[in-house]
């Protein structure tokens, strides 16, 4: 039996074969580095805005990155369509006439049958959800929110910049739109313990919210956290700990929920910790262990509530 709805399979269900995404950098800014919200951005968050780079450090346009990434995935998987996905930063902050000419330009393939857009929940207004909105037509459309707790203390501590209930009501706008939501979440936190992190399960469990990614807190070198682990002040989980934890999340989400993600993938070359977060097929391995030795699945412990729906 399968103990998780995983991405690949729900694509292929969708689209009867194999689908890719496609890592996109758009050269987007963000409002909590560029002095709107602040200049420090998120503590965790590296100097690609947790994306390729493939625009800042090697000049690639949009269509220079589709098809060496097209090249590389049909050789290496064999597959024959692709979602663009927008992840470096924040992929709604521009003008509207930038966001479509961007968007436009990745579904100008005829092998790209869907749209992922990497975002913040305060970044979207009703006009980029429109936007979206038109695509769904003819493409598979997701919009991707960072939350990553739902504890507003945490969300301080990490120098989010935005409030659990903006990520509330960013996903209920988009649901009104008919736009697929999938939620980022990470597990580790400096200050929160596993009842914090089952908290949040059920609070994403309680919305409209049709995917969810979970991450690893890790640390990369030139970023704050990075001198709060320096200073003795972070403690990263141990590998069997965090495959514990991430069963106990997956227990309590809602089973129509896709799991996109279990796990982060840092730059080798730029981790400081854990060293464990380099071995992503052992880390997955050990997640469908701990399912399997205790017997249980996404959705065990769920609860279906009407908060927030």
Partial sequence: MKRYRDFNSYLTQIFGERVQKISLDAGLGCPNRDGTISTKGCIFCDRRGSGTGALMDHGLSIDEQINQARRFIQTRYGAKKFIAYFQSFTNTYAPLPR???LYDVALAYQDIVGLSVATRPDCVTVDSLRLLSSYTKDHLV???YGLQSA?????TLINRGHDVACFQRSVLMA???GLNTCAHVILGLPGENREMLLHTARFLSSLPIQAVK???LYVVR???LAAIYERGE???LEQEEYAGLVVDFLELLDPEMVIQRLTGDPVKSELVAPSWAKEKSASLRLIKETLDRRNTWQGRMYRRSTAGR
């Fill in 175 to 177: 649901n009104e739109f």
């Fill in 99 to 101: 966001l479509k000419a």
């Fill in 214 to 216: 979970i991450h690893l």
């Fill in 142 to 144: 997701w919009i991707e």
């Fill in 234 to 236: 972070l403690r990263c």
């Fill in 151 to 155: 504890h507003d203390k945490t969300l």
């Fill in 222 to 224: 030139g970023t704050e």
